[in-house]
């Protein structure tokens, strides 16, 4: 599958940024030493079960800025509960650089590759005293179904606030939070 992920974080930034109306605001810098291993971004027009657009990595060997569009190939995700909530990374790949064009799903990477991914949703947030729990590893299907479902979510609910949704979301499907 083939889409766009809109840049919030580059790679081996600290910085976390969200796009608010527009803009760019900082969020936070990572309490520890650990910086992104990836660009971090989202999908347009989706809603995860966090209240927040579904959550995209790509891998490149550059550092995208934030704000920027990036055309990539989805090849499987990572599952993790983040605060007691389902939070679903979906893992890409840059899709405009021919020396990516052998990686077609997660087996084509480096096994570091995904440990250094697992290592930092691990831990990335120890120091602000807030449990992350990586739940696993899936296929394209997994994400190609988890996208789909984010875009209805977003159908359905963009209207909502954040804290209304979540709320709404933990009495209608109980099991997507802890």
């Given at each position: 599958?083939?889409?766009?992920?809109?840049?919030?974080?580059?790679?081996?930034?600290?910085?976390?940024?969200?796009?608010?109306?527009?803009?760019?605001?900082?969020?936070?810098?990572?309490?520890?030493?650990?910086?992104?291993?990836?660009?971090?971004?989202?999908?347009?027009?989706?809603?995860?079960?966090?209240?927040?657009?579904?959550?995209?990595?790509?891998?490149?060997?550059?550092k995208?800025?934030?704000?920027?569009?990036?055309?990539?190939?989805?090849?499987?995700?990572?599952?993790?509960?983040?605060?007691?909530e389902?939070?679903?990374?979906?893992?890409?790949?840059?899709?405009?650089d021919?020396?990516?064009d052998?990686?077609?799903?997660?087996?084509?990477?480096?096994?570091?590759?995904?440990?250094?991914?697992?290592?930092?949703?691990?831990?990335?947030?120890?120091?602000?005293?807030?449990?992350?729990?990586?739940?696993?590893?899936e296929?394209?299907?997994?994400?190609?179904?988890?996208?789909?479902e984010?875009?209805?979510?977003?159908?359905?609910?963009?209207?909502?606030?954040?804290?209304?949704?979540i709320?709404?979301?933990?009495?209608?499907?109980?099991?997507?939070?802890?």
């Amino acid at each position: 599958m083939k889409t766009d992920i809109v840049i919030e974080i580059s790679k081996n930034s600290k910085i976390k940024y969200e796009i608010e109306n527009g803009r760019l605001k900082v969020d936070r810098i990572l309490y520890g030493a650990m910086n992104y291993p990836a660009n971090y971004g989202y999908f347009d027009k989706t809603l995860d079960w966090d209240g927040d657009p579904l959550d995209a990595l790509v891998i490149s060997d550059q550092k995208f800025l934030p704000t920027s569009i990036v055309p990539v190939r989805v090849i499987g995700a990572i599952k993790m509960i983040d605060n007691g909530e389902t939070d679903t990374k979906i893992i890409t790949v840059v899709d405009v650089d021919p020396r990516f064009d052998n990686i077609n799903k997660l087996s084509d990477l480096n096994k570091n590759i995904l440990l250094e991914f697992k290592d930092f949703f691990e831990n990335y947030k120890n120091l602000q005293n807030k449990k992350v729990e990586i739940l696993g590893f899936e296929d394209i299907k997994f994400a190609e179904n988890e996208i789909k479902e984010a875009k209805e979510l977003y159908q359905k609910y963009h209207h909502l606030q954040k804290n209304k949704f979540i709320s709404e979301m933990k009495k209608k499907y109980p099991n997507k939070y802890k």
